[in-house]
């Protein structure tokens, strides 16, 4: 019987559990890896986030994410990457049934005890073959043997794939989906961000050319974890940033929304502006240049639910969040409107527009231009 809240998935971590977790994870994940990284501070982090710390979060903000615009209960759910099985528990305790897929044997065979001693028993693994993502056809004929699925999960999947697989991936996924399904996109490090969080734990790395980067990524923090830069490609295996130019090119032709994105109340708290003022900016060339692009895309990482229509789409087809505000505004967002723009911390009266209008407050058509305000940055009553 598939467990339905978090009270019953962390009733099924014993400590037969952790034991039995920590030993695969050594045995299968982590073999080969460095002695300094064992004995790192990184190391303990890691490991409790594999056995645990990943599987609750899923458990206790992507679940509900998802279900705020999506009912999974009963569903054919397919995960592609499904790793070590920390984001598999979660959603199988809802689906009607989920089939796994990676390119790793040995994550599977984590995955798999990790499924067995959480009693999940309506999981199906899959191999698949390194070569899977080469064409949209080969994706499509790698996934679709299970039949349409109702959703697909993209977790911490698409940045380490090449270009061409990324487009091929998001092409044949949308192709086998069902009508009215969806794509969850989540973790996927956003190429417009200024900091790699991902990969190099460095400013502006995703912005660099392949060649470039290959070069200065003995400067990351992390360059003796991450080893040499043997390739190009080796970059992608590791982890590239993308942005909403692999969506366009991708789904062109294949009707497409996004219904749900990271500004939700379940994920806005996991990864704050560290920097407002960048996003802020960022959000107006969305405005000035992108308006037909979702902000969706702003976001440091591309935590996105794409819907395939069953439907014709209307010309504002795209969800646009209303809690974006909220996210970009941090200080002003807890603010009542109705105390006024003069209610504003300093830090916030850096605008020309807030300063005149500050030096009109005694004017007539300050209410005007205070309302005027509001609705342009969505702050209204």
Same mark, same amino acid.
């Given at each position: 019987m598939p467990l339905r809240n978090a009270n019953d998935l962390k009733g099924k971590i014993t400590k037969n559990y952790r034991t039995e977790m920590?030993?695969?994870?050594?045995?299968?994940?982590?073999?080969?890896?460095?002695?300094?990284?064992?004995?790192?501070?990184?190391?303990?982090?890691?490991?409790?986030?594999?056995?645990?710390?990943?599987?609750?979060?899923?458990?206790?903000?992507?679940?509900?994410?998802?279900?705020?615009?999506?009912?999974?209960?009963?569903?054919?759910?397919?995960?592609?990457?499904?790793?070590?099985?920390?984001?598999?528990?979660?959603? *199988?305790?809802?689906?009607?049934?989920?089939? %796994?897929?990676?390119? &790793?044997?040995?994550?599977? #065979? /984590?995955?798999?005890?990790? =499924?067995?001693?959480?009693?999940?028993?309506?999981?199906?693994?899959?191999?698949?073959?390194?070569?899977? *993502?080469?064409?949209?056809?080969?994706?499509? %004929?790698?996934?679709? &043997?299970?039949?349409?699925? #109702? /959703?697909?999960?993209?977790? =911490?999947?698409?940045?380490?794939?090449?270009?061409?697989?990324?487009?091929?991936?998001?092409?044949?996924?949308f192709n086998i989906l069902k009508p009215g399904g969806i794509i969850v996109i989540y973790e996927t490090p956003n190429r417009l961000n200024y900091f790699d969080w991902h990969t190099y734990l460095m400013p502006f790395a995703d912005w660099l050319p392949d060649d470039l980067l290959a070069e200065y990524a003995a400067n990351s923090s992390r360059a003796s974890a991450l080893g040499a830069i043997s390739s190009?490609?080796?970059?992608?295996?590791?982890?590239?940033?993308?942005?909403?130019?692999?969506?366009?090119?991708?789904?062109?032709?294949?009707?497409?929304?996004?219904?749900?994105?990271?500004?939700?109340?379940?994920?806005?708290?996991?990864?704050?502006?560290?920097?407002?003022?960048?996003?802020q900016a960022l959000a107006q060339i969305f405005d000035a240049h992108l308006p037909d692009v979702p902000k969706s895309f702003i976001s440091p990482s591309l935590d996105l639910i794409l819907q395939k229509p069953s439907g014709p789409l209307d010309s504002s087809h795209h969800f646009q969040s209303e809690r974006i505000n909220a996210w970009l505004y941090p200080e002003a967002s807890s603010i009542p409107v109705d105390q006024g723009i003069e209610s504003l911390p300093p830090e916030m009266l850096n605008s020309r527009l807030i300063r005149f209008v500050l030096r009109l407050q005694s004017n007539s058509i300050y209410v005007t231009l205070r309302d005027w305000y509001w609705r342009l940055t969505g702050f209204k009553k």
């Amino acid at each position: 019987m598939p467990l339905r809240n978090a009270n019953d998935l962390k009733g099924k971590i014993t400590k037969n559990y952790r034991t039995e977790m920590r030993k695969i994870l050594m045995e299968k994940y982590f073999k080969g890896w460095s002695q300094a990284y064992f004995e790192s501070e990184a190391f303990p982090a890691d490991m409790e986030a594999h056995i645990t710390g990943r599987m609750l979060e899923f458990e206790q903000h992507v679940i509900p994410w998802v279900a705020e615009v999506f009912d999974l209960t009963d569903h054919l759910v397919l995960e592609i990457g499904c790793g070590t099985g920390s984001s598999t528990i979660p959603f *199988a305790n809802r689906a009607g049934q989920l089939h %796994a897929y990676d390119i &790793s044997e040995n994550s599977i #065979d /984590v995955s798999r005890l990790r =499924a067995c001693l959480m009693q999940a028993q309506n999981i199906q693994f899959h191999l698949l073959d390194s070569d899977w *993502a080469a064409s949209r056809e080969s994706v499509t %004929a790698s996934l679709s &043997s299970q039949g349409a699925p #109702d /959703v697909i999960l993209m977790i =911490a999947l698409l940045e380490h794939l090449t270009f061409s697989e990324r487009l091929n991936i998001l092409q044949g996924a949308f192709n086998i989906l069902k009508p009215g399904g969806i794509i969850v996109i989540y973790e996927t490090p956003n190429r417009l961000n200024y900091f790699d969080w991902h990969t190099y734990l460095m400013p502006f790395a995703d912005w660099l050319p392949d060649d470039l980067l290959a070069e200065y990524a003995a400067n990351s923090s992390r360059a003796s974890a991450l080893g040499a830069i043997s390739s190009n490609l080796y970059l992608y295996r590791i982890g590239r940033g993308l942005s909403y130019h692999e969506f366009q090119l991708a789904l062109k032709d294949i009707p497409w929304r996004i219904i749900n994105d990271g500004f939700s109340q379940w994920l806005n708290k996991l990864r704050p502006p560290a920097i407002p003022a960048y996003y802020q900016a960022l959000a107006q060339i969305f405005d000035a240049h992108l308006p037909d692009v979702p902000k969706s895309f702003i976001s440091p990482s591309l935590d996105l639910i794409l819907q395939k229509p069953s439907g014709p789409l209307d010309s504002s087809h795209h969800f646009q969040s209303e809690r974006i505000n909220a996210w970009l505004y941090p200080e002003a967002s807890s603010i009542p409107v109705d105390q006024g723009i003069e209610s504003l911390p300093p830090e916030m009266l850096n605008s020309r527009l807030i300063r005149f209008v500050l030096r009109l407050q005694s004017n007539s058509i300050y209410v005007t231009l205070r309302d005027w305000y509001w609705r342009l940055t969505g702050f209204k009553k």
